[in-house]
């Protein structure tokens, strides 16, 4: 028996990075995966890798930001599967860097829309219908900066602070019915977005603000993500918990 046998999960924004990593792992513990993204050949791509695995999984195209398509990729999983149980909303985007005199209107709404809109629009939908399937858990990913601020980040700082306090309702309303929601914070992780974006010393000063003294890994945020999914975390709900190397330890 596996962790996850017999479960259906969606995943936003599985195509890529952390979102890869979280759907990778459910699926080789047992769980049908919807991986979401909105980028179809990306989410089909991880799809084909849990397939060739041995896994089960079905490629959806949402953009999370758009409410009728958390209702769709939720029908879907369960026109699919039968039945939806675990939810990691997980799709986040940044903007680039500026000072809030400065912050372009347009990008706030783009970074609000998504990282924080995108994922009161997922539980709407993904709540009932775990309730509907006899229970099950959702995890939000927020970041360290929902805890800690980061200057220049305005709408990523503000909408992954609010998201830890959106995580604190969901479970206040459904925890009783069955449905535990948690959020995860990770620190700097190593994904192709993070190092892309930085140049060697960049790069050096960040991993040393975290006191391991490197940057996550997406799999050290997955293993946090499926344990609070899973059986063993039962009296958890409605936290907010890190895995950020100590970076918000100082
Ligand atoms: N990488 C880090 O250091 C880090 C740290 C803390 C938190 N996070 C959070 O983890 C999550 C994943 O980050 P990542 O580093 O893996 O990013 P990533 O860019 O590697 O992957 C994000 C995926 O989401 C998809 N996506 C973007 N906008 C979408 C939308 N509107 N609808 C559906 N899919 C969409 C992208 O196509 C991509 O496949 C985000 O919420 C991010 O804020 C990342």
Not at 24 to 30: D, H, I, N, P, W
Not at 65 to 87: I, M, N, P, Q, R
Not at 133 to 153: D, E, F, I, K
Not at 170 to 186: D, I, S
Request: charged share 15%; hydrophobic share 45%.
């Amino acid at each position: 028996m596996s962790r996850f046998d017999s479960k259906t999960a969606i995943v936003t924004g599985g195509g890529s990075g952390i979102g890869a990593a979280i759907s990778k792992a459910l699926a080789s513990e047992g769980a049908s995966v919807v991986v979401t993204d909105i980028k179809l050949d990306a989410a089909q791509s991880v799809v084909d890798q849990i397939t060739a695995a041995g896994g089960t999984a079905s490629a959806f195209e949402q953009n999370t930001a758009v409410w009728e398509h958390s209702e769709a990729a939720v029908a879907f999983a369960k026109d699919t599967y039968g039945a939806l149980h675990l939810a990691v909303n997980n799709a986040g985007i940044g903007a680039a860097p500026q000072t809030i005199g400065d912050y372009d209107i347009e990008a706030w709404d783009r970074v609000r829309a998504v990282d924080l809109d995108g994922v009161f629009y997922g539980l709407k939908f993904q709540l009932p219908a775990i309730v509907e399937a006899g229970g099950g858990a959702v995890v939000n990913m927020a970041s360290v900066l929902g805890t800690v601020g980061m200057a220049h980040n305005a709408a990523y700082v503000t909408s992954k602070h609010a998201l830890v306090g959106l995580t604190k309702v969901a479970a206040l309303e459904y925890t009783a019915q069955g449905v535990r929601t948690n959020a995860v914070g990770p620190g700097f992780i190593d994904t192709p977005l993070v190092r892309s974006g930085l140049s060697t010393e960049q790069l050096t000063a960040l991993e040393g603000e975290h006191a391991a003294g490197r940057l996550g890994t997406d799999s050290e945020v997955a293993a946090l993500v499926l344990f609070l999914l899973s059986p063993e975390a039962s009296f958890i709900s409605g936290s907010y918990h890190l895995v950020d190397g100590g970076y918000s330890a100082h």
